[in-house]
């Protein structure tokens, strides 16, 4: 489970993780871009021109390193998990709020990605949405990294989910005939066909 050690709390018995998308990582640098100018490039400029304020300088670059560490924290929890089962969405906003929506895969209705604007189109981002199958929420991760290779990738894992649940079942309902037809050959004295010979 190479990185994923933060998202083991979102899966269920037995659900391992496939992968994980995140927000393309130009949307990191474009909302940290003004804390590092103000919270880093300025108070090192500031400690050139006025070395006597060291502390001034220091507290300025903690409050700097900090807000860093905000944002990068809430791009990094805004992600898809696929795991074996489904599709499980988490919003982190602010650093007390998550919301996780989780999709299994033989309920997904529909995926769908939407790319606007130049600079989306561009550096290959935008929105990927997933639809549940009877239900209005939907599974949504904005601004994600090529949405167009992503949504290949939860139809190709929905497609193995669907194959290995379809012999699963055929395996559970081909022992349980198998099961009522000993039970009716013991309990009812019906002849085995080998008996009938």
Same mark, same amino acid.
């Given at each position: 489970?190479?990185?994923?050690?933060?998202?083991? @709390?979102?899966?269920?018995?037995?659900?391992? #993780?496939?992968?994980?998308?995140?927000?393309?990582?130009?949307?990191?640098?474009?909302?940290?871009?003004?804390?590092?100018?103000?919270?880093?490039?300025?108070?090192?400029?500031?400690?050139?021109?006025? +070395?006597?304020?060291?502390?001034?300088?220091?507290?300025?670059?903690?409050?700097?390193?900090?807000?860093?560490?905000?944002?990068? #924290?809430?791009?990094?929890?805004?992600?898809?998990?696929?795991? @074996?089962?489904?599709?499980?969405?988490?919003?982190?906003?602010?650093?007390?709020?998550?919301?996780?929506?989780?999709?299994?895969?033989?309920?997904?209705?529909?995926?769908?990605?939407?790319?606007?604007?130049?600079?989306?189109?561009?550096?290959?981002?935008?929105?990927?949405?997933?639809?549940?199958?009877?239900?209005?929420?939907?599974v949504v991760l904005h601004d994600a990294a090529n949405p167009k290779k992503l949504e290949r990738k939860i139809m190709k894992y929905q497609e193995e989910f669907v194959a290995e649940?379809?012999?699963?079942?055929?395996?559970?309902?081909?022992?349980?005939?198998?099961?009522?037809?000993?039970?009716?050959?013991? @309990?009812?004295?019906?002849?085995? +066909?080998?008996?009938?010979?």
């Open positions: 489970m190479k990185g994923y050690y933060f998202f083991r @709390n979102y899966l269920e018995d037995s659900e391992r #993780i496939l992968d994980v998308a995140h927000k393309h990582i130009l949307v990191l640098k474009v909302k940290t871009a003004k804390v590092s100018f103000f919270g880093i490039f300025v108070p090192v400029l500031f400690y050139l021109m006025f +070395p006597k304020l060291l502390l001034i300088v220091i507290v300025w670059l903690i409050i700097g390193g900090c807000a860093m560490l905000y944002y990068f #924290i809430d791009w990094y929890f805004d992600v898809l998990i696929l795991t @074996n089962v489904g599709v499980i969405g988490v919003s982190k906003d602010g650093l007390f709020e998550v919301t996780a929506t989780r999709v299994e895969y033989h309920m997904i209705e529909g995926i769908s990605y939407t790319i606007k604007g130049f600079w989306h189109m561009l550096f290959n981002f935008g929105d990927i949405i997933i639809d549940k199958m009877g239900a209005k929420t939907s649940k379809s012999i699963r079942d055929h395996q559970e309902l081909k022992g349980m005939l198998a099961n009522m037809i000993a039970y009716h050959v013991q @309990n009812k004295k019906i002849k085995s +066909p080998r008996d009938q010979q």
